[in-house]
C-alpha cells in the first residue's frame, strides 16, 4: 500500500509516517505539510491511501480532499485531525473519505482505520461514538483501487493492532506558555478524574503550574495533602535513574514505582490511576544524552503497561532535533500532542 501523508506540524507527520511502516507492505511514498501539495502529490502519484489532516495550511483539508477526489479518484482518503467537533467531522465524512481518526489517538486507532479503510470500510474514532448521525458512521467507504478485492484480503490476513487502552503521549511545545497549558490541563482532568498526579519539573515550572492550577479552583493544596499531587524536581531525576551513564531498566522500574507508593490508596486500598507529567528526559536531550533519553521513553511504555499509569512528556519543538530524531521520539510514545 502507497500512502501519501499531508500534516503541517513536522513532530506528528513522523509519528504517522513511523506507524503506517510499521506494517509490511505499507509504505509513505511522500509527505507533504500543506493542502495544495497534497493535491499536487496526489495527481502526481494517485497514492492507494492519503492521510490528511484538516488544518493545513494554503489549503484546508477539507477543499484538498474535494480537489483530491477529482484528481486521483481511485485515492482513499482517511483524516486525522485535532477537530471534535461533529459539523468537522461530518463534513469531512462527505467529501467522500474512508474514516476519521482523531489525532491524539492516532497511536491507538490509526493502523485499525487504515485496515478498515482497505477492507471498503468507514472507521470513525472511539471517542466520536454517538456525536454523529449513526449513518455517517457506519457507511462504507467508497471503493477505489486501494479497496481492490487483493489488497482488501491482505488487510485481512494481517493481525490485528492490539488496542492500546493506556498513554503515554509527548507533548510538543513552542514556549513556556505551551508547556504550562498542555501540562496544567492534563493535571486538571486528571485530578478531577481521582487520579494522582506526578510531576516532574524544573523548579521555575512547578511553581508556575501551582500557580495556574489555582487560578483554575482547584484546591492543589488538600490535593498535596492527601498525596494526591505530588511534584518532584527534575534536575537530578535523570542521574537517579541511569547507572554508568545509561538508563537502568531495574532502578526505574523501582525509583517510580517508589513514587507511586507515597500516593495515597483508594477507598479500596488498592493503588491508585496515576498520571505522570515531566519534562526531565527532554534535558536529557538538550545534553546530547539522545540514546539515553529514548531508552527511559521506551522504559516509560513499559510502566504504563505495568501499573495503571499515563504518561505526558514535554519538549521543546524548536531547535532540539532533526526530522529523524523527531520521528524516533514519536515512535517511542503513543501519541503526540501540539
Known amino acids: 500500500m502507497r500512502t501519501l501523508v499531508a500534516e503541517d506540524f513536522e513532530p506528528l507527520r513522523c509519528l504517522i509516517s513511523s506507524l503506517i511502516q510499521t506494517k509490511p507492505g505499507w509504505h509513505v511514498v511522500s509527505e507533504v505539510a500543506d ?23 494554503k489549503l484546508n483539508g477539507l477543499e484538498a480532499a474535494r480537489r483530491i477526489r477529482e484528481v486521483a479518484p481511485n485515492s482513499k482518503i482517511l483524516f486525522v485531525s485535532t477537530h471534535l467537533d461533529s ?52 457507511t462504507r467507504a467508497p471503493v477505489g483501487l486501494a479497496g481492490s478485492d487483493v489488497l482488501a484480503s491482505s488487510a485481512a490476513a494481517l493481525p490485528r493492532e492490539r488496542d492500546i487502552t493506556r498513554r503515554h503521549e509527548v507533548q510538543f511545545y513552542a514556549d513556556d506558555e505551551s508547556l504550562l497549558n498542555g501540562f496544567a490541563h492534563f493535571i486538571d482532568t486528571a485530578l478531577k478524574a481521582g487520579k494522582t498526579t506526578i510531576v516532574v519539573a524544573t523548579e521555575p515550572h512547578r511553581a508556575a503550574l501551582l500557580a495556574r ?3 483554575r479552583g482547584l484546591d492543589v493544596a488538600t490535593a498535596i495533602g492527601q498525596g494526591r499531587y505530588i511534584s518532584v524536581d527534575c534536575a537530578d531525576m535523570p542521574a537517579k535513574l541511569m547507572v554508568g551513564g545509561v538508563p537502568d531498566r531495574d532502578r526505574f522500574l523501582s525509583v517510580v514505582p517508589a513514587l507511586l507508593a507515597a500516593a495515597a490508596p483508594t477507598a479500596k486500598g488498592s493503588p491508585p490511576p496515576i498520571a505522570l507529567c515531566g519534562e526531565g528526559i527532554s534535558l536529557l536531550w538538550a545534553r546530547g544524552e539522545v540514546e539515553a533519553a529514548i531508552r527511559l521513553e521506551q522504559l516509560g511504555s513499559e510502566l504504563v503497561e505495568m501499573h495503571d499509569v499515563e504518561i505526558l512528556c514535554g519538549y521543546p519543538s524548536i531547535g532540539l532535533f532533526s526530522a529523524e530524531d523527531a520521528r524516533r521520539i514519536c515512535a517511542a510514545h503513543t501519541a503526540a500532542r501540539t
Open 87 to 138: 459539523d468537522f467531522v461530518e463534513a469531512a465524512l462527505a467529501t467522500g473519505a474512508c474514516g476519521y481518526v482523531f489525532k491524539a489517538d492516532a497511536g491507538s486507532e490509526l493502523v485499525q482505520a487504515v485496515e478498515a479503510a482497505l477492507q471498503g470500510k468507514r472507521f470513525v474514532s472511539r471517542r466520536l461514538k454517538g456525536m454523529i448521525p449513526a449513518e455517517a458512521e457506519e
Open 213 to 215: 492550577l489555582q487560578a
Open 35 to 57: 493542502g495544495l501539495a497534497a493535491v499536487q502529490k496526489a495527481q502526481e502519484l494517485a497514492p492507494d491511501l492519503i492521510l490528511l489532516d484538516i488544518g493545513l495550511p
